[in-house]
């Protein structure tokens, strides 16, 4: 069974701030893993993903994430914040056939200015 | 490059009503999936098919839920004898089983309001 957890239901920074959300996993089996984004009223984006290949992994809008084995964490980060970072980020897992998508409770996160 | 496409975007029902929602994937892809997200939460899966074939619905909430995809193209999602209980977001995702990962592409959901 996999499962996600991501501490801090919501996280507020100020604009220009370091971004850290955190993401824990627990897989059996080499897990894939994702970041996605989700702003007010609409689907999901993917933000970037780990497939086994690179362990920092880039993806758009300046986020980057790191697969650590060893403490079971990809946490995503972004060095400084912009006001249009603002909306809901999901981490999720999947094995290897992808057949489904196990997701974290979510982190809100707020940017001041 | 049209991506998933989802319809109604938007339902209200009164309890114990029927409902189905419909669901268009990205053309190419083979794979598509019902998800299910509640306020505050992350998405839920509910089940997948590959073409036309559901691979996996053990995870459907009921056996008021059932899901179709009957030319492997578009799916409809059924609840039956709606309850409010019931009122979520409900996503639709699709994506191809070529390559070595099959990245799922989410549409932008149905929001099912049950009174």
């Known amino acids: 069974a996999q499962s996600v957890t991501q501490l801090g239901s919501h996280v507020s920074v100020s604009e220009g701030a370091l971004v850290l959300l955190r993401c824990n996993y627990s897989?059996?089996?080499?897990?894939?893993l994702f970041w996605y984004v989700q702003y007010p009223n609409q689907g999901l984006q993917l933000l970037l993903k780990y497939t086994s290949a690179a362990t920092l992994v880039k993806g758009i809008n300046g986020f980057e994430a790191e697969f650590k084995k060893s403490e079971t964490s990809f946490h995503l980060t972004k060095p400084s914040a912009h006001m249009s970072d603002a909306a809901e980020y999901f981490c999720?897992?999947?094995?290897?056939?992808?057949?489904?998508?196990?997701f974290g409770g979510g982190t809100r996160l707020m940017v001041k200015p | 490059d049209t991506g998933v496409s989802q319809d109604p975007r938007h339902k209200i029902t009164k309890r114990g009503q029927n409902v189905t929602f419909r669901c268009d994937p990205i053309s190419e892809h083979n794979r598509l999936y019902w998800y299910r997200q509640t306020l505050g939460q992350g998405p839920e899966f509910l089940t997948y098919f590959q073409n036309e074939a559901q691979l996996e619905k053990s995870r459907l909430l009921s056996n008021r839920f059932s899901a179709e995809r009957p030319k492997g193209s578009f799916s409809t999602l059924e609840i039956q004898r709606t309850e409010q209980g019931d009122s979520a977001m409900y996503l639709c995702?699709?994506?191809?089983?070529?390559?070595?990962?099959?990245?799922?592409?989410f549409g932008p959901g149905t929001r099912l309001t049950v009174l």
């Open positions: 999720a897992v999947s094995d290897l056939w992808a057949n489904m998508l196990t």
């Open positions: 897989s059996s089996v080499p897990p894939y």
């Open positions: 995702a699709s994506s191809s089983s070529d390559g070595s990962y099959n990245e799922q592409f």
